[in-house]
C-alpha cells in the first residue's frame, strides 16, 4: 500500500518564476493539506482540498494555489516566486470527511529553493 | 495560533527519560504529535483529545492539560530510533477539518 508520494523530490526556481508541486495521497484517503516547512520550523499550513474544493486556508497570499483532482490527488501552484518561498513543501492525507481526530500522513516533501 | 514547544533541544543517552512540553495561548480540542527524522516525512505519534481520550503508540505516553492547554509528551528508557525532532500540533475546534498549528519542534538526540 502506497504512502503519500510527491513530486518532484527536488526543485530549483529563480525569483518571479512559476512553480507546480504534485501530490497523491495515502490509499482510501479522500483528504489532502499542504504544509510549508522553513528550516528549523515546524510546518505551516498552507491549505486544505476535500472533494475538490479549497476547505480551509492559512495566512498564505494569493500566490499560493491549488488543486484537487477526481482522483483526489493534488497540485500545489506558487505563482511569482520570492526568496521566502524557498522551504520544504510537505502534502498529508487523512480520510477526513468527518472532520475530526485524523491522524495525518505525510509525504517526503518537495524541496523548494528559490534563487 | 502556533503552540510553543520547550526545550528546542534535548541531549539524552540510551535509557535515559525525556519531556518535552506544547503550550498554546488558545484553548485546545485536541493535541497531535508527530515525530521527523532527517530528510524524512513527519510520522504520527499519538492523538490527545480534550475529555481524556488517548489515542497512538505503545511506547510512548502524553498528557493533556485542557485547562492549561498544554501538552507533555514522554519518552522512557529512550532507544537510538527515538533521535529526530518532535512536533506538537494543535486543533483549536472540534469540526477544524485537521487544520493544525505546529510548534516549531524539539530536538532529540540520544547517544549510545
Known amino acids: 500500500d502506497a504512502g503519500v508520494t510527491q513530486s518532484p523530490t527536488h526543485l530549483i526556481k529563480t525569483r518571479g518564476q512559476q512553480v507546480t508541486l504534485r501530490c497523491s495521497p495515502k490509499?482510501?484517503?479522500?483528504?489532502v493539506s499542504w504544509y510549508q516547512q522553513a528550516l528549523g520550523q515546524g510546518p505551516q499550513f498552507i491549505f486544505q482540498?476535500?472533494?475538490?474544493?479549497?476547505?480551509q486556508r492559512g495566512n498564505f497570499p494569493d500566490r499560493f494555489s491549488g488543486h484537487q483532482f477526481p482522483n483526489y490527488s493534488s497540485e500545489l501552484n506558487v505563482n511569482a516566486l520570492l526568496l521566502g518561498d524557498s522551504a520544504l513543501y510537505l502534502c498529508?492525507?487523512?480520510?477526513?470527511?468527518?472532520?475530526?481526530?485524523?491522524?495525518?500522513?505525510f509525504g517526503s516533501g518537495t524541496q523548494l529553493s528559490v534563487l | 495560533q502556533q503552540p510553543v514547544q520547550s526545550p528546542q533541544a534535548v541531549i539524552l543517552r540510551e535509557g535515559e527519560d525525556a519531556v518535552i512540553n506544547c503550550s498554546s495561548s488558545?484553548?485546545?480540542?485536541?493535541v497531535h504529535w508527530y515525530r521527523q527524522k532527517h530528510g524524512e516525512a513527519p510520522v504520527f505519534l499519538m492523538i490527545?483529545?480534550?475529555?481524556?481520550e488517548q489515542k497512538g503508540h505503545e511506547k510512548i505516553s502524553a498528557s493533556f492539560n485542557e485547562k492549561k492547554q498544554q501538552s507533555s509528551l514522554y519518552l522512557t528508557a529512550s532507544q537510538l530510533s527515538y533521535s529526530g525532532t518532535y512536533f506538537c500540533?494543535?486543533?483549536?475546534?472540534?469540526?477544524?477539518?485537521?487544520?493544525?498549528?505546529f510548534g516549531s519542534g524539539t530536538k532529540l538526540n540520544v547517544k549510545p
Open positions: 498529508a492525507s487523512n480520510g477526513g470527511g468527518s472532520g475530526t481526530n485524523e491522524k495525518l500522513f
Open positions: 490509499s482510501g484517503h479522500d483528504t
Open positions: 482540498y476535500y472533494e475538490e474544493e479549497e476547505r
Open positions: 488558545k484553548a485546545l480540542y485536541s
Open positions: 490527545l483529545l480534550k475529555g481524556g
Open positions: 500540533g494543535t486543533e483549536e475546534t472540534r469540526y477544524n477539518f485537521n487544520k493544525f498549528y
